[in-house]
Structure formats: structure tokens, C-alpha cells
DNA sequence: TAAGATTGAAGACTCAATCTTC
DNA sequence: GAAGATTGAGTCTTCAATCTTA
């Protein structure tokens, strides 16, 4: 029992999310903005002109409506996001985002794309392909946000 | 450039590997045990008779030493582990598991066994075979640890 | 020089609770 | 009641720095 730890799946997803994302940081640290923050500027830079509320972010960021309100806070200091009351409901904010906000994601993620290929290279192209369609899997029977593809 | 980031691998791993890990603790908490304290059990238990620093605990875990060192100290006071000065390596410690801490162990992974199963269902045998064998490469081409299968 | 242990400070996250609006 | 926003408390984690020993 004790002798699999190490081929579980959380566990070696865990080992491989962590060193992704510590490299991921490391490359954001100059941008000053964290994963709820990129995930935040990269979903509205999607849906622009659209906006999406903060619980919305917060979900496809994979973090709580409490942290992402953080995250949004200080998007929102830095002009990096705008946000409005929707009309339509009282109590929701629509974020959206702005030409600085979408500058600093272009820089950011040109950045961050040496990550994406320095971890991808142990893996061939059917490799890659095959380990995303089975993550998106694993994402959709845990009713995780899945983007379309 | 902004359009593929939900096909990003660090993000889909980061998706999945937060979902099972908020899970896992989730079953890890009535035991009063949280990721590093189980990963460190359960390498000691593996190990048994032989000890581990708390350096190569932390390695093995995927977090820091400083992380490992606050783990073991709540380990040490609750008598699931013990700690002697390495013979050879004066600043070295070596942690050993105790009956208590073997007792511990046994019971939270049978718990956190759910986790795995249900996480699993979504994937064939052949998708799990599949994603092992690509998160190990992943692993081997980031230099983290990885056990002998 | 290098490796291990530890402390203090800071960041990121969750849980719990509250308030507001539909 | 359900959904969204926010605050406060607590936990887990890393970064930076220090001390010790081979």
C-alpha cells in the first residue's frame, strides 16, 4: 500500500504542476502578477469586448471567488482592468479589460511561452496531443472549466 | 497568442492537480495530516528500517526544506516520527517512522484511495498506463524525484 | 564550497461568515 | 433560497538569511 505512493496520480500531478508552476512564476515575477492574475488578464483578453464577473474568473482560474476578488483588486490599482455594476444584476461587476491591461498580457505571455516549450520538449507531438485530450478529460468528470478547443 | 491559453499544459495540469489536491486534503483532514506530513510517512514507510533527512523529504515531496522542516516538527510532537543525529554527518538528522506514525499512515492512504479511484473512472486502464508513462517523462525532464517502479 | 536545518517575512490560498441582490 | 462580492482568520508555501558541519 504505502509502496505506489509515488505512481499515484495526485501525487506525480502534484510534483509536475508544482515545478510548472514555480518556473511559470518565476517568469511573472517581472510582470508582477501571479496565476490568478495572468489567468484573469488571459480570459478577458479572450471574451474582450465582453466582460466576465469576478466569481466567474474565479472559476475558470481554478480559485476562489475570495482570491481572485484579491487578484482583481490589484489588476484594478494598476488600470490593468476596469470594472462597472451590470444592469442587469445589481450586486455583479463586470470586469473588462483595458489596452494597458492587454499590453502587459502580450508581454506576459510571450514570456511565459519558454515554459510551455522548455517542459514540452520531453514529449513528442502525438505525446502532447494524447496527454491534453486526456487532462481535458480528467477536467470534464471533475466539472472543472473547460474552455473550448 | 491569448486564444490557446486554456490548452496551455501548465494551466490544464494546474487545473487538475488543485481540484485533487483540494479533495485529497479534504480526506487528510480528520487524520490532521496535510500533503507534506503524508508524502513524508509514506516515504518513511517505504524506507523502513532505514531513515531520511529532512532535506531529501522535502525533495521526495516536492516542497521546500522549509516546508518539511514545519511538517516533521508537528510529526515529532505527535510521536509518529523520531529523529537522531546522523553518525557521519554531524548536522544531519535522521528521521525514522514510528508504530504510531506506520499506524497513521495505513489508515489515511486507505482514505485517500477515493480519491484516486474516482479521479481514475473517467480513464481506461490504457489511459492510465498512458498517463503515468508521460507524467514520469515529465518528471525525469525536470530533474524531480522520481521513485523505482 | 556544498549540504542540511532552521527562523522570520511575505505571498497565495482556503474556510467561514456577512452583506446584497435577484 | 441562490449567486456574487468582500472581509477576517488560519494554513501552506516560498524567499531570504543564518548557522553548522563535512
Redesign the pocket.
Known amino acids: 500500500v504505502a509502496e505506489d505512493f509515488g505512481q499515484r496520480l495526485p501525487y506525480m500531478m502534484r510534483m509536475v504542476s508544482?515545478a510548472l508552476s514555480?518556473q511559470l512564476?518565476?517568469e511573472l515575477r517581472p510582470f508582477g502578477l501571479?496565476?490568478?492574475q495572468l489567468a484573469a488578464l488571459a480570459q478577458l483578453g479572450v471574451e474582450d469586448p465582453d466582460a466576465l464577473?469576478?466569481?466567474?474568473?474565479?472559476r475558470r482560474?481554478?480559485?476562489?471567488?475570495?482570491?481572485?476578488?484579491?487578484?482583481?483588486?490589484s489588476l484594478l490599482d494598476r488600470g490593468l482592468v476596469v470594472?462597472a455594476p451590470n444592469p442587469?444584476?445589481?450586486?455583479?461587476?463586470?470586469?473588462h479589460i483595458t489596452d494597458e491591461g492587454k499590453a502587459l498580457l502580450a508581454e506576459a505571455q510571450a514570456a511565459t511561452a519558454v515554459v510551455d516549450e522548455r517542459s514540452l520538449m520531453a514529449l513528442s507531438a502525438d505525446e502532447q496531443a494524447e496527454l491534453r485530450r486526456m487532462l481535458r478529460k480528467l477536467m470534464e468528470s471533475m466539472r472543472l472549466y473547460l474552455p473550448k478547443h
Chains 1, 2 share one sequence.
Not at 482560474?61 to 483588486?73: D, K, L
Not at 442587469?88 to 470586469?95: P, S
Open positions: 508544482a514555480q512564476e518565476g501571479n496565476h490568478a464577473s469576478g466569481a466567474t474568473l474565479g482560474a481554478g480559485v476562489t471567488a475570495q482570491s481572485m476578488s484579491a487578484a482583481i483588486g470594472r442587469d444584476h445589481g450586486r455583479r461587476l463586470d470586469v
